[in-house]
């Protein structure tokens, strides 16, 4: 009795089918959990962020006889993280006042603002020593404020709460005047034919992801009438630095981990290396105020190896797997060749 080939066959090679299709779709969907993670340097938690400045005014000059009020604002060793500036020497120039010459609104023996900021740590500090502020109106004797050294530091680091500090170390002296200073609190000082400044002290805001101080916060009105000026109204901001925590959901920021297989096996492979992933930070950019900034990096961390291999340690898993696959799909096409032949031999005999 004479067997039909197609039924003979047909089930041979409808499984031999069923095994290499098998085989050439899952060994490719196993293998995308292999793919190199590449080492851009945005793996990981996001960068920490800090600011400094030594000093920031915003002022409004009124002159006699004019309408128009002359702006005075100046932002002296201001820094964004990661740099760092300082500078003992810092003059502003206000156009129609004292013949143009240059007016110097600060002189101070040292000052100093840095920021830091790297994935595990941000920091902003502000550091002013022996400092004299002076606003157009005033005599040459008498200064806005006079402080022997203040400070402000702000702290962010991963996983913890950000702190934020600031100190008045040594007298002060407000229009000449020798104040006793309220911790967190305002104290005004009014001088007759001069003006009057309400001063706030070591103010500080604190949250959960940020941080920031201020050592002294004035607001300022003067009627001095000298230099041809009228009056002075605005704010001084002496010594601040502040902080953003790095973490959270930065550039690639893996958050879902290695869970979700296949469909982002090439986004979070080697995440375990693109955490620290080393960007160190070169050269130098320009803050405000013209002052110097010396650009500060961070050091690769030792563990960026897995992301720059592109390996992990499930891969001798995966290539197995594949192997396997591959293998049984070979087997079944040679068991399928195996049944032709055997059935060619029964037909002829």
């Known amino acids: 009795m004479s067997t039909s080939p197609a039924r003979s066959f047909g089930m041979p090679r409808r499984l031999a089918a069923t095994f290499v299709a098998t085989a050439l779709t899952a060994g490719p969907a196993l293998l995308l959990g292999a793919v190199p993670a590449h080492a851009t340097g945005n793996h990981g938690p996001a960068r920490g962020t800090a600011d400094a400045v030594v000093l920031r005014t915003g002022l409004n000059v009124g ?13 002296l060793n201001e820094v964004h993280a990661p740099a760092s500036a300082s500078k003992t020497a810092l003059t502003v120039t206000l156009d129609g006042l004292d013949h143009g010459k240059p007016f110097s609104v600060l002189r101070a023996d040292a000052a100093t603002a840095r920021g830091t900021a790297d994935r595990h740590k941000a920091e902003g500090y502000a550091n002013l020593v022996r400092a004299k502020v002076h606003l157009p109106g005033l005599p040459p004797q008498l200064s806005l404020i006079e402080a022997q050294q203040v400070t402000a530091k702000a702290v962010c680091e991963a996983g913890q709460r950000p702190r934020a500090e600031s100190n008045v170390l040594g007298p002060v002296r407000v229009l000449g005047k020798k104040v006793t200073l309220k911790a967190g609190g305002t104290t005004d000082v009014k001088v007759p034919g001069v003006g009057e400044v309400r001063l706030d002290l070591s103010h500080k805001s604190v949250k959960s992801k940020s941080a920031a101080a201020t050592a002294l916060e004035l607001k300022v009105s003067l009627n001095p009438l000298r230099l041809n000026v009228a009056e002075v109204h ?33 986004q979070t492979g080697g995440q375990s290396g693109g955490q620290t992933g080393g960007q160190s930070g070169g050269g130098t950019k320009p803050a405000g105020g013209g002052t110097e900034v010396h650009q500060a990096g961070t050091r690769p961390g030792s563990s960026q190896n ?9 891969t001798p898993y995966l290539a197995g797997g594949a192997a396997l696959l591959v293998a049984a799909g070979a087997g079944s096409i040679g068991y399928a060749r195996r049944r032709r032949g055997a059935a060619a031999q029964g037909g002829r005999g």
């Open 63 to 75: 002159l006699l006889h004019k309408t128009l009020d002359v702006p005075l604002n100046a932002v």
């Open 234 to 266: 605005g704010r001084v901001t002496l010594v601040r630095a502040g902080c953003t925590a790095p973490g959270g959901t930065g550039p690639g920021d893996n958050g879902s981990g290695g869970t979700s297989g296949g469909q982002t096996g090439g």
């Open 306 to 314: 897995l992301a720059e291999t592109g390996g992990s340690s499930a």
